[in-house]
């Protein structure tokens, strides 16, 4: 049986912040973070959206896209770092707002590998013979936990969500896939106060611990490393060679880091999808709205070989190829 995207959808919030305001929030430039990240503007979620919300209508497209009943779907995932809540899940939350009652529903934390390990989740659900149609989700409000005193990071991030519908196709689907941690980098990027291990107090405001906290150069030179290696697993899964990917959908976290990539590689530029420009880095929903895109800009194509790669807290990192 070959199992594939049957339908997919997006869904950015309308404010948009340019680079230019963001002078007048850090100490930063437009000049700057366009040539270290190429980000230009970003979208940023309004006070009543948060991350169920971006979700549910991301959700809708792809169900719609997917000309299915939406009463076919089993299962519900939602990749995010911003859940709505730490409980319920952000997942069930969909669930309810779809009307899908009985679905199965959770969450999944792999942070900007969110969709990736998402997608591979759904696929082997349905490979297994549990469900025949899955719904998953990459999505986030990462503007609520940013610092926004802190210019290393609060110029990289905006919120955003894509969804795609998973079910059994006549031709092409998943070729192969790979996902991998390392977990001995999981302090270069963390939010300390968010969890069991320190709880908010008073006292955190003041260490502003309930922000994410990042090692830039860290991640940068991770995200170097982990790209090339995952590919290489997945390509030998799917038995294939670099040169017979069509479109690379990479994780959108700084232009920078995807030229390096491009250059290693020996492929062109044109063959990346980019879209970073205009969303920053909106962690989990960054694939699953560039394939979104890219498909309505007629830049894939039946038979297209797609490849998936996502990268960062945790460290997490995987990729998967899927044939359109
Ligand atoms: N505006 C102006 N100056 C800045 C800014 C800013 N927004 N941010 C940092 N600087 C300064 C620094 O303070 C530093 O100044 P100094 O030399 O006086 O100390 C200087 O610029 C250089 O800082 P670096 O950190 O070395 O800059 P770098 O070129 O490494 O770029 C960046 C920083 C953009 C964060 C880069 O390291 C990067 O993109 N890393 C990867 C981050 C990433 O992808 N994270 C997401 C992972 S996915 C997930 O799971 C969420």
Known sequence: MKIGI????????????????????????????????GIRERRIAADDEATSDLSY??????????????????????????PDYSMPSTAAIVQDKIGIRKAAAFDMEAACTGFVYALTTGYSFIKAGIYKKVLVIGADV?????DWEDRGTCILFGDGAGAAVLGEVETGGYLGGDLQADGAGAQELIVPSSGSRKPFREEVLTSRDQFVKMNGREIFKFAVRA????????????????????????HQANIRIIESIAKRFKQPMEKFYVNLDK???????????????????GKIKKGDRLLLVGFGGGLTYGSCILEW
Do not use: C, H, Q
Not at 6 to 11: K, P, V
Not at 229 to 244: C, Q
């Open 6 to 37: 049957l339908g997919i959808g997006s869904y950015l919030p309308e404010r948009i912040l340019t680079n230019k305001e963001m002078e007048s929030i850090v100490d930063t430039t437009d000049e700057w973070i366009t040539s270290r990240t």
């Open 57 to 82: 209508k991301a959700a809708l497209k792809a169900i719609e896209d997917a000309g299915i009943d939406k009463d076919e779907i089993e299962l519900v995932i939602v990749a995010t770092t911003t």
């Open 142 to 146: 990462f503007s609520r936990i940013l």
């Open 227 to 250: 790209f090339p290696e995952t590919t290489a697993v997945s390509l030998e899964k799917a038995g294939l060679k670099i040169e017979d990917i069509d479109l690379f959908i990479p």
């Open 279 to 297: 969303y920053g880095n909106t962690s989990a929903a960054t694939i699953p709205i560039a394939i979104d895109e890219a498909r309505n800009e």
